[in-house]
């Protein structure tokens, strides 16, 4: 058999004609030609050449395009209209606010700190351990308005011309309302440091109270109304 395909290969390199230089084949020439070789090594050998020379039906095309995977991904894709924080990209970015109007700019925040009746006696005869829980949960909300920017990494340095918190007990379901004032003269809206105000100040409530109670609910954290920039003003 091995002398025999040496036979067949002397024979097809003396008959056969060189291919004219240069030329180029497509894939359709190829497939034609692989036939026929294969047509004729069945002829003299009594049996098809092996699956590599002939090609795995498995294997692509030469014609075929490499497929790239994206992983669900569209580079291309924009953001949904209104995210100001996000760009073309679907990257976070800080907003470019130099082009902005300088307006006075007011907002009012406001959440629930729900007690219980225990919690709530305690608080109202100001017999908690730590002391007391109205006055130092509103120091806590004026100082963490003034450190919004850096709690809220996407938030701009603004100067605070105002921050007021108040906290009342309301003896109807045992809680304490908080209620946050931001006012500034800028270029942005001070929302955030509103609502920074009254979330702190109902996180300093429950640190001051946790002790007597772990079932203490912070809820209903909520911008209640906002005036002054392009969007003008607002109210729930």
């Known amino acids: 058999m091995q002398t025999q395909r040496l036979m067949f290969l002397r024979r097809f390199a003396t008959t056969s004609k060189p291919f004219p230089r240069p ?13 026929e070789l294969n047509q004729e090594m ?14 795995s039906s498995d294997s692509p095309t030469l014609d075929q395009e490499p497929h790239l995977e994206t992983n669900g991904v569209n580079p291309e894709r924009v953001p949904p209209s209104g995210l100001t924080h996000v760009d073309g990209k679907g990257e976070a970015r800080m907003v470019d606010i130099s ?11 406001s959440c629930k700190v729900v007690l219980g009746q225990k919690v709530f006696d305690l608080v109202s005869a100001n017999q908690m ?17 003034k ?9 701009h340095n603004i100067n605070l011309s105002r921050v007021h918190v108040d906290l009342d007990l ?4 045992f809680s304490i309302e908080v ?19 009254v979330t702190v100040a109902g996180l300093t409530v429950y640190d001051m109270c946790k002790a007597a109670s772990k079932d203490i609910v912070i809820t209903d954290v909520r911008l209640e109304q906002k005036s002054g920039g392009k969007s003008g003003d607002w109210s729930r």
């Open 23 to 35: 030329r180029f084949f497509s894939s359709h020439d190829i497939t034609k030609t692989i036939a």
């Open 42 to 55: 069945e002829f003299v050998f009594g049996a098809p050449p092996p699956s590599s020379i002939s090609g």
């Open 99 to 109: 082009s902005k109007e300088i307006t006075k700019r007011v907002a009012l925040a």
């Open 129 to 145: 351990e730590k002391g007391d829980v109205l006055g130092v949960a509103k120091i806590a909300g004026v100082c963490a308005a």
């Open 147 to 155: 450190q919004t920017s850096n709690l809220i990494p996407l938030c």
């Open 170 to 173: 309301n003896p109807r379901d």
């Open 179 to 197: 209620r946050g004032e931001a006012v500034s003269t800028g270029k942005t809206g001070v929302e955030m440091e509103a609502l920074t105000a």
